[in-house]
């Protein structure tokens, strides 16, 4: 039975939080607040169907009238040439890797491209199943893809075709795992990567987290004692 009486320790303070509450749903027939032109581009989308037909083009997802082009991987150069060269997106803004964690088609590679003379922006994705992590790269098209592409198949394994330096931009070239795919523990693995010693005399350190999986990690300086004056 809990002991009542004033000598019992008081309740832990409750820490205030301060959630940011979440949008109503928003109905096709009202306005979405997030919503911005530039994102809208129903006439590269018809002039991207007209050039390429309607099986390689789509499906069109758009949210807060920000439009998302699927096309197939193997045409994503022809595509991206295409939107740079017909259409005026000159400028790849970023270009990455997401894992959906699903048994097909497990991968994305998102390409976000800019045309500033008519302020437009679109979205192109391409899906990756497991079984083929090979992607063509767009580098001939847009220079700026190579270091988006060589991080992408640092973190996650997936293959460029044709691109001109592809190899690992963080990782040593010989680490065996992909730190953004979702089966990568968070703290890493123990063992995998040697990291500088903590201490100048000290050894490699073989596990980036060391405390967290139960051993004290070496200080890398000694503090001076605290002399007491009193």
């Known amino acids: 039975m809990p002991d009542n009486d004033s000598t019992s320790s008081p309740d832990p303070e409750v820490l205030n939080f301060h959630y940011t509450p979440a949008d109503a749903a928003i109905s096709g027939s009202e306005e979405n607040p997030h919503a911005k032109a530039t994102t809208h581009c129903p006439d590269t989308l018809n002039a991207l169907v007209d050039a390429f037909g ?35 997106f000159a400028y790849l803004a ?72 592809l190899r690992r931009m963080y990782m040593p070239e010989d680490f065996e795992y992909y730190p953004l795919r979702k089966e990568f523990p968070q703290l890493g693995v123990p063992g995998s990567l040697p990291l500088p010693p903590q201490a100048p005399d000290g050894e490699l350190t073989m596990d980036p987290f060391a405390a967290a999986h139960g051993s004290k990690p070496v200080k890398s300086y000694e503090e001076p004692p605290v002399e007491d004056n009193d």
């Not at 949210?63 to 150069?77: G, H, Q």
């Not at 500033?116 to 220079?143: G, N």
Request: with cysteine; proline share 4%; hydrophobic share 35%.
């Open 54 to 88: 309607e099986d390689a083009i789509g499906p069109v997802e758009t949210y807060a009238n920000e439009d998302t082009v699927y096309v197939p991987k193997s045409r994503i150069a022809d595509v991206c040439r295409f939107l740079r060269e017909e259409q005026g």
């Open 94 to 165: 970023d270009l990455g890797g997401i894992d959906r964690f699903t048994q097909e088609d497990r991968f994305e590679v998102f390409y976000n491209v800019v045309n500033m003379e008519a302020q437009k922006r679109l979205r192109v994705k391409i899906r990756v199943d497991e079984d083929d992590l090979h992607v063509p790269t767009v580098t001939s098209v847009y220079r700026s893809a190579n270091w988006n592409e060589r991080e992408a198949y640092d973190m996650l394994g997936l293959i460029f075709d044709g691109h001109p330096d």
